[in-house]
T-cell receptor
Framework: AQSVTQPDIHITVSEGASLELRCNYS??????LFWYVQSPGQGLQLLLK??????LVQGIKGFEAEFKRSQSSFNLRKPSVHWSDAAEYFC????????????FGKGTRLHILP | DTGVSQDPRHKITKRGQNVTFRCDPI?????LYWYRQTLGQGPEFLTY????????KSRLLSDRFSAERPKGSFSTLEIQRTEQGDSAMYLC????????????FGPGTRLTVL
């Protein structure tokens, strides 16, 4: 069965600093990988997804993620965070069918210092 | 494009009562998913439909839970004899099979069982 681990429950960075959120997955085959963001009172929004091809994926709001099969990782990065990036971030993995259910990690809450 | 809508947004009920939630997916989407999210956790898969057919149910979905999508459009999730452990955010998502490969999430229904 697939699973997702987000080792950091909370992360605090200063506005303008770079960001990296860690994600490790467990899945026997090539996974479909996602990063979602959830702001207070808002629904989940997809930031980016990896299905195949280039292992560096660009997403919305200036985010990117890199798929590393050897490390079973899919870390999310942003070169310079903005106060509006404060939210909960979820890494998720899907099964072989692109439209199948998604297994989410427990999330990382990002705090931004002014 | 009106997005995924859920009704009600909040529900407070007493233990032992039955509750029903509604989800209206994006109109052309043929897949509809239900997830449950408790405090400090990521969303957990409950069940999903393709058109009116329920394709998979999680072990989390006890006999007290039932979901329907009678005409392949909106869906309802009913919880009978609610328990305090049912308190959570219930999220609905929809997707168009083979097209965008993205699940679009609604704002959720927050259930509080007293």
């Amino acid at each position: 069965a697939q699973s997702v681990t987000q080792p950091d429950i909370h992360i605090t960075v200063s506005e303008g600093a770079s960001l990296e959120l860690r994600c490790n997955y467990s899945y026997g085959a090539t996974p479909y990988l996602f990063w979602y963001v959830q702001s207070p009172g808002q629904g989940l929004q997809l930031l980016l997804k990896y299905f195949s091809g280039d292992t560096l994926v660009q997403g919305i709001k200036g985010f990117e993620a890199e798929f590393k099969r050897s490390q079973s990782s899919f870390n999310l990065r942003k070169p310079s965070v903005h106060w509006s990036d404060a939210a909960e971030y979820f890494c998720a993995v899907g099964r072989g069918n692109r439209d199948d259910k998604i297994i989410f990690g427990k999330g990382t809450r990002l705090h931004i210092l002014p | 494009d009106t997005g995924v809508s859920q009704d009600p947004r909040h529900k407070i009920t007493k233990r032992g009562q039955n509750v029903t939630f509604r989800c209206d997916p994006i109109s052309e989407h043929n897949r509809l998913y239900w997830y449950r999210q408790t405090l400090g956790q990521g969303p957990e898969f409950l069940t999903y439909f393709q058109n009116e057919a329920q394709l998979e149910k999680s072990r989390l979905l006890s006999d007290r839970f039932s979901a329907e999508r009678p005409k392949g459009s909106f869906s309802t999730l009913e919880i009978q004899r609610t328990e305090q452990g049912d308190s959570a955010m219930y999220l609905c998502a929809s997707s168009l099979v083979g097209a965008t490969n993205e699940q679009f999430f609604g704002p959720g229904t927050r259930l509080t069982v007293l």
